[in-house]
């Protein structure tokens, strides 16, 4: 007897595209309790921070591109995020809780992301490259697979 897992994803479309049936989805009750917290906090820091034109200039002053580039790689590549992650509400509320200005900084397609982490690997890769062709010494690798 072969069993076979099936996510609820594949189910739900499993069910929309064979059977077209279009089955409700529901969130979990902490889900929706995290989620409209969040939104309530959010609401509560914005209106008390009412952001002048000065602050906005100083909040967009001290952010770095770069900086949060690689901030948003290293917590998706180190903690094995996907890709689509940019797209969670949560992180953006967490992102503007800290710095209002800070939505227009973060990519908001997991297809860009790709290419960012891609453009980083590549570049790395380069890295090892050039370190491993300058050695002075024979190197010797061994691989255990």
């Known amino acids: 007897m072969l069993i076979r897992r099936i996510s609820n994803t594949n189910l ?11 089955p409700a989805v529901s969130n979990s009750s902490t889900k929706v309790t995290v989620c409209e917290k969040l939104k309530q906090l959010y609401n509560k820091a914005s ?5 002048t034109k000065f602050n906005s ?3 967009k002053k001290i952010l770095s ?29 967490l992102c503007q809780a800290l710095n209002p200005e800070l939505r227009s ?5 997991y297809t860009t ?4 982490v891609n453009n980083s690997f590549q570049s790395q890769m380069d890295t090892v490259r050039k370190k491993l062709q300058s050695a002075l010494t024979n190197i010797y690798l061994t691989v255990n697979i």
Do not use: G
């Open 65 to 93: 591109k770069d900086v949060i580039k690689q901030a948003l790689l290293n917590l998706i590549i180190i903690q094995n995020l996907p890709f689509r992650a940019v797209k969670w509400p949560e992180l953006y509320i």
């Open 57 to 59: 200039h100083v909040l």
């Open 105 to 109: 900084y973060i990519p908001v397609s």
């Open 47 to 51: 209106a008390q921070n009412n952001i």
């Open 12 to 22: 739900r479309n499993h069910l929309k595209l064979k059977h077209q049936i279009i």
């Open 113 to 116: 992301v790709a290419k960012i």
